[in-house]
């Protein structure tokens, strides 16, 4: 019976992660289409120096992207809460759970700070389109999308490849495992390129994170009691 009981409890936790994961990426996948619809790109005003009509463009949609920002901080809040408990059930490599867990443990507080300062860019220096409002912006959105970017390449970049070794022989499928190994080089390349010509490129490391997040949480939700 107390076998039975712990089959069961250790299955309700697997369903509870399998959901986290999903919902945090649903979340993720939402605040991105209030960003793409609003038709601003902080990234491309840093690249090419277009600040000011980045900053008129946001006041226009400025309602839009506080609610963008706001649900990519509950979204990675979310997915924070789910990777810490996709490595509560992940032990097959203590080293690679320790990773995991750290990388997570980082992502969270970095991308939280990343939304702040990309807020205080639309919240705070979209009204008067000054030079010093400007410069003011170009600092600030600099730390944020920088900050954003590392945070991105660690969450669905290398936690996902440290996941999938500390969860191998447990829930983890071969093919999901292989595809946080993806994930953890894209999610380098995604760094690499920021010094660069085409910082842009690092973008490729968001579907293929967010999508590896949706397959971890479905597995997990399907997985069944070892009894069954």
């Known amino acids: 019976m107390n076998n039975l009981n712990a089959n069961q409890t250790t299955f309700s936790n697997y369903k509870a ?38 900053l008129s463009k946001s006041a226009a949609v400025k309602t ?24 509560d059930l992940s032990d097959h490599s203590k080293a690679a759970n320790q990773f995991a867990r750290v990388f997570f ?3 969270v507080p970095l991308g939280i700070l990343s939304y702040i300062f990309m807020l ?24 944020g999308a920088r900050t954003d970017d590392y945070a991105t390449a660690l969450i669905i ?10 969860a191998k022989d447990i829930w983890m499928p071969r093919w999901l495992g292989l595809w946080g190994f993806i994930n953890a080089a894209i999610g380098i390349f995604s760094v690499v390129v920021l010094y660069t010509s085409v910082p842009q490129l690092g973008f490729i ?14 597995i997990l939700i399907r997985r069944k009691p070892e009894n069954q």
Do not use: H, K
């Open 17 to 54: 992660a399998g959901y986290t994961t999903l919902i945090g990426a649903i979340i993720m996948v939402i605040g991105a289409a209030l960003w793409g619809t609003s038709g601003t790109d902080l990234w491309a005003a840093l690249a090419e120096n277009q600040m000011a009509e980045y």
């Open 64 to 87: 839009q992207l506080i609610a963008n920002l706001s649900v990519w901080i509950i979204g990675v809040t979310t997915l924070g809460v789910a990777g810490r408990m996709m490595t």
């Open 105 to 107: 443990n980082i992502a």
């Open 120 to 143: 205080a860019v639309v919240v705070l220096l979209t009204s008067g389109g000054t030079e010093l409002e400007t410069a003011l912006a170009t600092v600030t959105g600099w730390i």
């Open 157 to 166: 970049g290398l936690a996902p490849a440290m996941v999938g070794i500390s």
């Open 205 to 218: 490391i968001i579907p293929f994170g967010v999508a590896w997040m949706i397959a971890a949480g479905i």
